[in-house]
């Protein structure tokens, strides 16, 4: 049920560095909390997989942030609603992040950001979208969903 990107691109090493640069803020969500969620998201796919995950400066393998409209990599985002995030396939870890929706960090009110950087992550990890509803790689925003599903780990040892 799960997918890999055409070619099944992957990293070449499990130890990855990760960084935050935004070029927008969202005042919902202050810089600790997007780090927190972030954080969480990371150590989920780490549980599961051969990854290690550990803070750095940019340049690091996985850069996250929050980004408004046109933001220099040729996929603007569209505003409130419709897309959410996007998040490049190995070996460019960018993450990105619209600044425009509406983020919660305590599911409430609004997307759950660590929800979709759980989902984002495994973009950067490798994965494509997931027939499968309890993947977090289901391409559907179905509520809080703050843990892998079994089709998620499944896909990610069958990469690596
Ligand atoms: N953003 C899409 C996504 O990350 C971007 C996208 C569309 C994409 N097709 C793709 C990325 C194929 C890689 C490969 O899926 S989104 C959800 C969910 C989005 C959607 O804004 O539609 C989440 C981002 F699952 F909730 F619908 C994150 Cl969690
Ligand atoms: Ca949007
Ligand atoms: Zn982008
Ligand atoms: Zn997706």
Redesign the pocket.
């Known amino acids: 049920n799960y997918s890999f990107?055409p070619g099944s691109p992957k990293w070449r090493k499990f130890a990855l560095t990760y960084a935050q640069q935004s070029s927008a803020s969202v005042p919902s969500v202050s810089i600790n909390a997007f780090k927190q969620a972030a954080d969480n998201a990371l150590r989920t796919w780490a549980a599961d997989s051969k990854f290690t995950f550990r803070e750095s400066r940019v340049p690091a393998d996985i850069v996250y942030g929050f980004h408004r409209r046109d933001h220099g990599d040729g996929y603007p985002f569209d505003g409130p609603g419709?897309?959410?995030?996007?998040?490049f396939?190995p070996q460019n870890g960018r993450c990105h992040f619209?600044g425009e929706e509406q983020w919660t960090t305590n599911g409430q009110g609004g997307?759950d950001l660590e929800?979709?950087c759980?989902?984002?992550y495994g973009?950067n990890l490798g994965l494509?979208?997931s027939r499968d509803t309890k993947a977090?790689?289901?391409?559907?925003?179905?509520g809080v969903?703050r843990s892998l599903g079994q089709d998620d780990i499944n896909g990610i040892q069958a990469l690596y």
């Open positions: 990107f419709q897309v959410l995030a996007h998040a396939a619209d997307i929800t979709v759980l989902h984002e973009h494509g979208h977090i790689m289901y391409p559907s925003y179905t969903k």
